[in-house]
């Protein structure tokens, strides 16, 4: 069987993959004209684990993950003012102990499926049309190709879901926000810690450690209603407004801003689709659901997502119907699980006032505290509500 799956993000390969090894035919278009390798640090955090072990890819993870001492709230002197120590919640919290570049994931997901598997960069799905026996797809580029099923791994504004499911707005919601992630060159040694500094308004401005101790992969986000489809270069011109008078080390980070060859500007919305299949085409990944990085566990749900869809296709011998049905019947707990936001989302991790940025301050290092730590290990290290079936018919096709 032939699928075509639009997005070469993290769940996109990470399907190829397991249906390629299934004996399907996976193709894979990218609208980016080479692999994106941008972001921060990305965790492999429970079950994930078990699926990139899977893949046999675990050891190859290892080898390039960031030894990541935790998270710390810093003031604009560069103090600390709060801060989650890697080991504080035996790995399960904001920082855990599987953390790697979300460039390098991509990357090793793209050694493992490329020689073996299709890859069309630079182009995109314009239009799907399915009947009983297949999907006929048109491209960006003017060519049309017949499959028998599509999926959309295109993230969060999925042009698969805009075509087979309707309207962005029906399926993502806005949590009030934007993120920017992009690389610079360090002010100060991060000593394997993820630095935020807060400022009134509902901005952050965060470094976090590279590889090379030279440079470190920065984050500007803050808080705003949804503003209409930015190009790079206004995205740009936005932060620059944004955090001109931010201390700390933001005039650093801005002004190597227009340098970055790895620039990404997103909204933070969330994404519920309540049913993840219409007839031959389905989602997967942040396109279906995504709680946003304040939610965290996307990485983990498109691994895992990527590994029970191509093992209901081959369980169900690529009856589709069946599949897609056992596909969502088996990860809708875990997603719903892992789609739940902290407590006060957003507002509660970027406070408007000094005020309560001090607020925020004072209750994490109560939290931290001896006395709560047990509490919020238990709650930081809930078991995912799912179970990996072991799809033998994966393995043995
Ligand atoms: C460059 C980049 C940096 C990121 N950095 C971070 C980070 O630092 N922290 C974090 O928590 N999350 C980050 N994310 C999001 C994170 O990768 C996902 O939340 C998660 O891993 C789920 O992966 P996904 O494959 O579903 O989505 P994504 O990783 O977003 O991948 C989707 C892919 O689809 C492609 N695409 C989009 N539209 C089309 C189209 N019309 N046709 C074909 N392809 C299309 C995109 O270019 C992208 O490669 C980043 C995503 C990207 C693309």
Redo the contacts with the bound molecule.
């Keep these: 069987m032939k699928v075509l799956i639009?997005?070469?993000?993290?769940?996109?390969p990470a399907l190829a993959y397991w249906l390629h090894r299934s004996g399907f035919h996976p193709t894979v278009?990218?609208?980016?004209p080479t692999p994106?390798p941008?972001?921060?640090t990305?965790d492999i955090r429970g079950i994930a684990r078990d699926v990139v072990e899977r893949m046999g890819l675990l050891q190859t993870i290892r080898d390039r993950r960031m030894h990541e001492r935790g998270m710390e709230y810093v003031r604009a002197d560069g103090r600390r003012a709060a801060a989650f120590p890697t080991e504080l919640l035996h790995g399960a919290g904001p920082v855990t102990e599987l953390e790697i570049l979300?460039g390098d994931l991509s990357e090793i997901l793209l050694d493992a499926t490329s020689q073996n598997i299709e890859y069309i960069y630079g182009d995109?799905?314009t239009s799907l049309d399915q009947d009983d026996n297949g999907v006929l797809a048109t491209f960006s580029s003017g060519t049309e190709r017949r499959f028998d099923l599509a999926v959309g791994?295109?993230?969060v504004?999925s042009?698969v879901r805009s075509l087979a499911f309707g309207p962005e707005a029906q399926y993502v919601e806005h949590l009030g926000g934007y993120g920017s992630?992009f690389t610079v060159k360090t002010p100060e040694p991060l000593d394997g810690w993820m630095k935020i500094h807060t400022a009134p308004g509902g901005r952050w401005v965060g470094l976090r450690p590279d590889h090379d101790p030279q440079y470190a992969k920065a984050l500007l986000n803050f808080r705003s209603p949804l503003l209409p489809r930015l190009k790079p270069a206004d995205q740009k011109a936005l932060l620059a407004k944004t955090f001109a008078g931010v201390g700390w080390h933001a005039s650093h980070v801005l002004e190597q801003l227009q340098e970055t060859d790895d620039f990404?500007f997103d909204t933070t919305s969330r994404v519920v689709v309540p049913e993840w299949s219409r007839g031959r085409i389905v989602l997967l990944?942040?396109?279906g659901y995504?709680g946003s990085?304040l939610a965290g566990h996307?990485?983990a749900l498109?691994l895992v997502g990527a590994y029970v869809l191509a093992g209901e296709l081959a369980a169900h011998d690529g009856d589709h119907v069946r599949a897609f049905a056992a596909y969502q019947r088996e990860l809708q707990p875990y997603v719903d699980q892992r789609l739940q936001l902290p407590p006060g989302g957003l507002k509660m991790a970027m406070p408007m006032t000094a005020t309560g940025i001090r607020l925020r301050d004072a209750s994490t290092r109560l939290l931290t505290s001896r006395p709560f730590r047990g509490l919020l290990a238990k709650l930081a290290g809930e078991p995912d509500a799912i179970a990996l079936k072991p799809y033998e018919t994966l393995v043995t096709r």
């Design positions: 639009s997005g070469a993000g993290i769940a996109g278009v990218e609208l980016a994106r941008g972001g921060q990305v979300r995109s799905i791994a295109d993230g504004h042009r992630f990404y990944g942040d396109a995504c990085p996307g990485t498109s």
